[in-house]
């Protein structure tokens, strides 16, 4: 669900000569000077390798994995000075259902002298969100609906015309401007929207009943091998409980092979190409293929109570305005093995770095003494399933949202030596960029916008469930030009991680790793989440920003901003 530095080269033209964030311009704000905080690289260290251990099983919510990485971040939120953030307690339940599918039949395509027959796992992936033991589908009719969008405000429907009730959509990923050079275009050109995201896609799908929804993969505009894609949709998977009221869900999501799709589209006498084409401009209209889809598989179901675990630093003068951290300590507990049979997915990188990160923070902060607002510390849960931790506390927040003033989300922290940049994610959205601008001056770095837009990565991480509902929220990420090697040293090391470990089995933990670099960028939230605590500003998004009504709003019926 992240970023991890995946690009080959940065996108430098977007920002200034000085390697200052576009769109920040404005109203001066007050921005404090500060001075560098005392963080423990021996706390980074221990906790990474302790929450990456196979003791801890991967981190799976709701597994003893769970417990132990909960009672780790208590033990040491307390003892780094922080006081129990939910009334007296140091989490927040979330209550979750997990899935496991099993038994899986293959699917099959038929229609006029077509009988095509496709293996789980190779072939395709699916899941259902719906809490039934069996899903079962027979013979639902497929139709290509280009890329699953209906987005009134930009007159484009996908679904134009057509009735999907039973039916299996068949869809792009993400949105129809994707492989444009430039930021201009109904969808934003390169840079991803919300709509070029699966999870919108199966929403929608959903709000147009489709029986199913199956997204094309494919690896540039997915930003993601097939492999990650099997192992993140293989085994366990954990949702939100659905209430009475819940949306309309369909029974099943998932994904196809590039090729078999292709093979879909053939044996319905179309050509995928000019299909993908097409559903790239105004006016297009879905395409029944003529074919149906079944398939079957069986779900054991068990739903339980997960935790996100909260710690405040209380403010000296303005206890009741917040600056947010946030870091998910989850992972994928077990998936699929690797040559040499290891199915402990560890999740060192991601996210026990970032969890560290969060104890490495808090300690410092709890050094230098109580800044004027208060320091919250969120580790949050699920994010591996859809951010349903961080959604839930959003949803449910402890600290009134239009009393938190902003945050910072530490997302996997690669381990890649000192750089002499640092990758935004959504640069230009909010005033936050003039917090980052001046702690990148005062440590002598720059800012690098986000190499590759078309991925949508600021929708991907656990920041985007409080932005979304208007808090704004920085996501940075380590550079990219390396002090040793350059920016071809670090698309290198960037590509070892993606292919080798990502979301697999040899994400665990290294002791010679070389932590410079990561103490580098942890001295620059540290000091954007001190100046944001000593300030009075209260930085909103920019104008235009797609989040700044919902700001306006929240700051309008609140007590805050």
Request: charged content about 25%; aromatic content about 10%.
């Amino acid at each position: 669900m992240k970023r991890m530095i995946f690009a080959a080269s940065a996108a430098l033209a977007l920002a200034g000569c000085d390697g200052a964030l576009p769109g920040s311009a404005g109203d001066s704000l007050d921005i404090p000077d500060v001075e560098p905080g005392d963080i423990s690289e021996a706390t980074m260290v221990d906790i990474t390798r302790e929450l990456s251990s196979d003791e801890f099983g991967g981190r799976m919510p709701g597994t003893e994995g769970e417990r132990l990485t909960v009672e780790l971040l208590t033990e040491r939120f307390a003892a780094a000075g922080l006081e129990p953030g939910n009334n007296g307690s140091w989490v927040q339940q979330v209550p979750l259902v997990e899935i496991t599918g099993k038994d899986f039949a293959p699917l099959t395509v038929s229609g006029d002298g077509v009988d095509l027959s496709f293996d789980f796992a190779q072939d395709w992936v699916g899941v259902t969100y719906q809490e039934q033991v069996e899903t079962s589908i027979e013979e639902s009719e497929l139709v290509f609906v280009g890329y699953g969008i209906k987005a009134d405000e930009r007159d484009w429907n996908d679904y134009e015309g057509v009735d999907m009730t039973g039916k299996t959509a068949v869809i792009l990923v993400n949105d129809p401007d994707f492989d444009t050079e430039g930021l201009e275009g109904t969808f934003n050109g390169k840079a991803m929207t919300y709509y070029g995201r699966w999870t919108y896609k199966y929403e929608e799908a959903g709000r147009q009943g489709a029986t199913a929804a199956l997204v094309v993969h494919d690896t540039e505009p997915a930003s993601y091998g097939w492999n990650v894609v099997e192992s993140s949709w293989s085994g366990p998977q954990a949702y939100a409980q659905r209430g009475d009221n819940a949306p309309q869900m369909t029974q099943m999501n998932g994904w196809l092979q590039n090729e078999v799709a292709r093979r879909i589209v053939e044996a319905a006498g179309q050509d995928f190409d000019e299909l993908a084409e097409a559903a790239k401009k105004p006016g297009f209209k879905p395409v029944p293929l003529g074919l149906t889809m079944s398939t079957s598989f069986r779900n054991d179901i068990r739903t339980f109570q997960s935790q996100n675990v909260i710690g405040v630093l209380p403010g000296s003068e303005r206890p009741d305005e917040y600056v947010l951290h946030t870091a998910h300590w989850d992972h994928l507990g077990r998936c699929t093995p690797a040559p040499d049979g290891d199915d402990i997915c560890n999740g060192a990188i991601d996210n026990a770095t970032g969890t560290a990160a969060l104890v490495a923070l808090a300690e410092a902060h709890a050094k230098a003494g109580a800044p004027k607002r208060s320091l919250v510390f969120l580790a949050v849960t699920a994010e591996e399933s859809g951010l349903l931790g961080a959604d839930y506390y959003a949803a449910n927040p402890v600290f009134p949202l239009s009393q938190t003033v902003g945050g910072i989300n530490m997302d996997a922290f690669l381990v890649a030596g000192p750089s002499k940049d640092v990758t935004v994610v959504g640069p230009g959205k909010s005033r936050l960029d003039d917090f980052l601008n001046k702690a990148l001056d005062l440590d002598g770095r720059v800012a690098t916008p986000n190499p590759n837009p078309e991925a949508g990565y600021y929708y991907r991480s656990d920041h985007f469930a409080f932005a979304k509902r208007g808090v704004p929220m920085l996501y940075v990420d380590g550079g990219e030009d390396l002090v040793e090697g350059g920016r071809e040293a670090g698309a290198a090391v960037a590509a070892d991680y993606r292919d080798n470990r990502y979301h697999g089995p040899k994400d665990e933990f290294d002791e010679s790793w070389d932590w410079s670099g990561v103490m580098q960028d942890l001295q620059l939230f540290y000091r954007i989440g001190r100046m944001l605590a000593e300030s009075t500003s209260w930085p909103n998004w920019v104008e235009g920003d797609e989040f700044k009504a919902t700001r306006d709003e929240s700051c309008a019926a609140g007590e805050g901003c």
